[in-house]
């Protein structure tokens, strides 16, 4: 009697088939886990910026500005100028990018968006403007070169690459300067 090395080709497809029931179960799972992954990294990289831009204005003794804008398609970069600077952002500019399909907004809109974050759950009522923060760091809204009033602010981000309700997140500024980051749960904003 002879005996084969080897593996038949019902084992083979065995395994094979085992191989592609793990991969469909654990790809979705993974695409999910990336993509929540990269929406914190984004939040925290706009959250850094805005506690830069704060630390900065203290430090420099004067007003600086927080701006946000799309460059292309898929890109969402912030930069800090001083309040007055209107011009085009620099190289040489406080900046972070994220590069997810992002969209920032000012309330959430659009199919499966989630519910806007209180006013009672914020503790002030938020402005959606363009953040300035004063020569003690408190945040402002900057405008005919005065910093007028200590303003709380609220930003939503959506990663326009997750379907439905997924993909959202919020940053806030309160009125003492405080910056929170918030996540939709899908059901809830939770930080």
Do not use: H
């Amino acid at each position: 009697m002879r005996m084969s090395k080897g593996f038949s080709l019902f084992e083979l497809t065995f395994v094979v088939a085992v191989l592609i029931v793990i991969g469909l179960i654990a790809v979705p799972n993974m695409v999910t886990v990336v993509s929540f992954a990269r929406l914190r990294a984004g939040v925290t990289s706009m959250s850094g910026l805005l506690q830069n831009c704060r630390m900065s204005a203290v430090k420099q003794n004067k007003t600086l500005t927080t701006r946000f804008e799309t460059e292309g398609t898929a890109t969402l970069v912030g930069f800090v100028k001083d309040a007055p600077d209107t011009s085009a952002r620099k190289s040489t500019d406080l900046q972070a990018e994220w590069e997810a399909p992002v969209v920032i907004m000012g309330t959430p809109t659009g199919v499966d968006a989630p519910s806007e974050i209180s006013s009672t759950v914020l503790g002030f009522t938020p402005m959606s403007t363009v953040p300035s923060f004063n020569s003690r760091g408190l945040p402002c809204v900057f405008d005919d070169g005065e910093c007028a009033a200590n303003n709380g602010f609220l930003f939503y981000f959506n990663d326009t690459s997750r379907k439905g309700s997924q993909g959202w997140a919020a940053l806030s500024i309160s009125p003492a300067g405080r910056i929170k980051k918030w996540f939709w749960d899908g059901s809830n904003w939770v930080d």
